[in-house]
Each structure stands twice: as structure tokens, then as C-alpha cells.
């Protein structure tokens, strides 16, 4: 049973940052991507930011620029790195792992606050 352990989420006012932590239980070997979405009040479930196993990033139009995701292979962890923080931030940030055809799986999710 794969699990992600998720951290790093929090209240911080807009123009600050925060940095997400997302620790898998198995090593890249098995992993073919590992990315963050986030889903506000009311809205679907959103990708942010992902990385592939071969370091590939791809981000959304509306964090390029802002958040920056890096991976730890020794850990078996991926970071968010978010800077210039705008309430529109405001979300539960989830993360993803990807297995391909051995599945997809999600953390339990981390809210992140932006105040204005």
C-alpha cells in the first residue's frame, strides 16, 4: 500500500510563501510522476504542479512563475515551493503519485490560507 505523508501547509498573507513537503513510501524506481492539485470551495480539483521521474516539471498557467516543484530522490520526497502567495492560492493542496497502470494515488491534503 503505497502513502504519502503531506506537510508544510499553513496561514500566511498574500505576497508571502509556504513550502509543501510530500514524503512517498516508495522509491522513485516505482514512481512515474508525483505532482500537487488543489481544490477551493466550490471549485474541481486542479493540477499545480507535478515532476516526472525523469525531472520533468509542468506547471499551470496561473503558478508559473510563483511555485517552484523540486524533488529529494534519497527521500522519496517532492516539494512546493510557493512565493508571491495571492488569496486565489487559498485551497487544500493534495498530493499525487502516479504508478501508471499500477495506479494513482493521493495524500490526505493540506489546507493552505492566503489572507489579503
Known amino acids: 500500500q503505497v502513502q504519502l505523508a503531506e506537510s508544510g501547509g499553513g496561514l500566511v498573507q498574500a505576497g508571502g510563501s509556504l513550502r509543501l513537503s510530500c514524503a512517498a513510501s516508495?522509491?522513485?524506481?516505482?514512481?512515474?510522476?508525483m505532482g500537487w492539485s488543489r481544490q477551493a470551495p466550490g471549485k474541481q480539483r486542479e493540477l499545480v504542479a507535478a515532476?516526472?521521474?525523469?525531472?520533468?516539471?509542468n506547471y499551470a498557467d496561473s503558478v508559473k512563475g510563483r511555485f517552484t516543484i523540486s524533488r529529494d530522490n534519497a527521500k522519496n520526497t517532492i516539494y512546493l515551493q510557493m512565493d508571491s502567495l495571492k488569496p486565489e492560492d487559498t485551497a487544500v493542496y493534495y498530493c499525487?503519485?502516479?504508478?501508471?497502470?499500477?495506479?494513482?494515488?493521493w495524500g490526505q491534503g493540506t489546507q493552505v490560507t492566503v489572507s489579503s
Open positions: 516508495i522509491s522513485w524506481f516505482s514512481i512515474n510522476v
Open positions: 515532476i516526472t521521474s525523469d525531472g520533468v516539471t
Open positions: 499525487r503519485l502516479d504508478r501508471g497502470r499500477a495506479g494513482v494515488y
